[in-house]
C-alpha cells in the first residue's frame, strides 16, 4: 500500500472516529443540551409569585406565565399605547380591577412592581375567564382586543349559528397573539413544569 493510500485511510478513520464520538456526545447531553436551549429561548421570572398568584385566582401558572411571555418576554416596560410592566396593563383597565379589589388609593406607578403587575394582571385574566365561561380563546382574545370587540364576534358568530374560534378572530394581530398565548402555555407546562408547581420533586 502507497504512503498516500495509508495517510487517506488515516484520515477517513479519524473523521469516522470524530463522527462517533460526536454522536456519542450529543446522545449523552441531547435531552440536557435541549433543556438548556429551551430555557434560553423561553425565560421564567417571579415563578413564586406566579404560583401563588395563580393558586389564588384558580389560574393555570403556565397560562400567566404564557401570557407575560407573550406580552414583554419578562422585560417590563411601558408601551407607547401606556400600557405597564410585565403584563402590559392599561392605567384605565387598572383602576377597573383596583376598584374591583376594594383598592381606593392606587397609583399607575405600582404596576411597575412585578409583583403587583403580576397580581393584577392574573386577576383581570381570570375575569375574563369567568366573563367566557372559562373559555380560553375569547377570554385571551379580550385581554389583547378588549371585551367590547370579544363580545362583538361572540354575537356575531351565535347569529350566524357558528362556533367561535381562534379562525373567528378578525384582527390578525389578535388571532397571532392567542395562538401565541397557547402554544408558549404548552411550552411552560412541559420546560418549568416544576418551578410553575405542575409537577412535583420526587
Known amino acids: 500500500m502507497s504512503e498516500r493510500r495509508r495517510r487517506r485511510r ?16 450529543v446522545a449523552l447531553l441531547g435531552p440536557g443540551l435541549n433543556g438548556a436551549l429551551r430555557r434560553l429561548a423561553l425565560p ?28 414583554t418576554k419578562f422585560d417590563a416596560r411601558t408601551s407607547a399605547t401606556g400600557a405597564r410592566g410585565l403584563m402590559q ?3 384605565e383597565t387598572a383602576a ?7 383598592q381606593r388609593a392606587f397609583r399607575a ?6 409583583a403587583t403587575n403580576i397580581a393584577y394582571g392574573s386577576w ?4 375574563l375567564l369567568r366573563h367566557y365561561a ?13 371585551v367590547g370587540n370579544v363580545d362583538r364576534w361572540l354575537g356575531e358568530a351565535r347569529a350566524a349559528g357558528r362556533p367561535f374560534g381562534i379562525a373567528r378572530i378578525p384582527y390578525p394581530q389578535t388571532r397571532a397573539y392567542v395562538e401565541r398565548v397557547l ?9 418549568y413544569a416544576l418551578e410553575l408547581g405542575l409537577r412535583r420533586h420526587r
Open 134 to 146: 372559562g373559555a380560553e380563546v375569547p377570554a385571551l382574545a379580550a385581554y389583547n382586543a378588549g
Open 109 to 114: 406607578e405600582e404596576l411597575a412592581d412585578p
Open 10 to 25: 488515516r484520515r477517513t478513520l479519524a473523521l469516522l472516529l470524530g463522527f462517533l464520538a460526536l454522536a456519542l456526545l
Open 44 to 71: 421564567l421570572e417571579d415563578a413564586r409569585t406566579i404560583r401563588l398568584q395563580a393558586a389564588a385566582d384558580h389560574l393555570d401558572p403556565a397560562l400567566i406565565a404564557a401570557v407575560i411571555y407573550a406580552e
Open 96 to 102: 377597573f380591577i383596583a376598584s374591583s379589589l376594594g
Open 124 to 127: 383581570y385574566l381570570g375575569f
Open 183 to 191: 402554544a408558549a402555555q404548552r411550552e411552560y407546562r412541559e420546560t
Open 89 to 91: 396593563i392599561e392605567p
